[in-house]
């Protein structure tokens, strides 16, 4: 089955200090698709990434940019300048076929990030 | 906003109730997943509806059931409550039955005392 390690449970950074939060997956699959989300405090879950297994080319998008590397089965994700606004529960997921011919989500345990003013 | 809705936002029952979710999915999105929150277990898959049929199920118990309806909406039943049931339950709806982004409603909190 398919797993998904976040090693870091809480990550506390002063402001404008860049983070990197860790992502780890184990697969059996040779496409599957890697996510990124947020929870707020709010609580709400907030699409940010959708990587297919076949790009490992890294993506930026603001001050966010994610690291794919398939030889190490490790999908980073890196805040550049933090924002208090960043504060939150940040989830890694990994997709996973099932018989019914779609797909579900496997998610991690999350890394909560506390930016500090 | 991820265009997909939930109702209600809080729920407060007692242990043996039975309760039942609500979402409506992003317009034009055929697939409705479920998934549960919990302290304990993490967000857990629960189960997906497309275009009216169960797709695909995960740990849901069988004192939960869902259905998804003809315009699209679904519903979560939960029976028999138990204090283990308290969790988030989350939404989600995509447009496709695979390889496609979830995108998740804001979730109802369910408390069960």
């Known amino acids: 089955a398919q797993k998904v390690t976040q090693a870091q449970t809480e990550i506390s950074v002063v402001e404008k200090e860049d983070v990197t939060l860790d992502c780890v997956y184990e697969?059996?699959?040779?496409?599957?698709?890697l996510f990124w989300y947020k929870q707020p405090p709010s609580g709400e879950l907030v699409f940010l990434i959708r990587?297919?297994?076949?790009?490992?080319q890294n993506e930026i998008s603001g001050r966010y940019s994610w690291n794919f590397q398939k030889s190490t089965s490790s999908f980073n994700f890196t805040i550049t300048a933090s924002q208090v606004v960043d504060s939150a529960v940040y989830f890694c997921?990994?997709?996973?076929?099932?018989?019914?011919?779609?797909?579900?989500?496997?998610f991690g345990k999350g890394t909560k990030l506390t930016v500090n003013p | 906003d991820s265009g997909v809705t939930q109702t209600p936002k809080h729920l407060i029952t007692a242990t043996g109730q039975r309760v039942t979710l609500r979402c409506s999915p992003r317009s034009g999105d055929l697939s409705v997943y479920w998934y549960q929150q919990s302290l304990d277990q993490g967000l857990q898959f629960l189960i997906q509806y497309y275009n009216g049929e169960e797709r695909a199920k995960g740990n849901i118990l069988e004192r939960f059931s869902a259905q998804q309806f003809p315009d699209l909406h679904s519903e979560l039943n939960l029976s028999s409550l138990e204090l283990g049931d308290s969790a988030l339950y989350f939404c989600?709806?995509?447009?496709?039955?695979?390889?496609?982004?979830?995108?998740f409603g804001p979730g109802t909190r369910l408390t069960v005392l």
């Open positions: 989600a709806s995509s447009v496709t039955l695979s390889a496609d982004t979830q995108y």
């Open positions: 997921a990994l997709s996973e076929w099932t018989q019914g011919g779609s797909e579900k989500l496997v």
């Open positions: 990587r297919n297994s076949f790009d490992e």
């Open positions: 697969t059996r699959d040779t496409t599957y698709y």
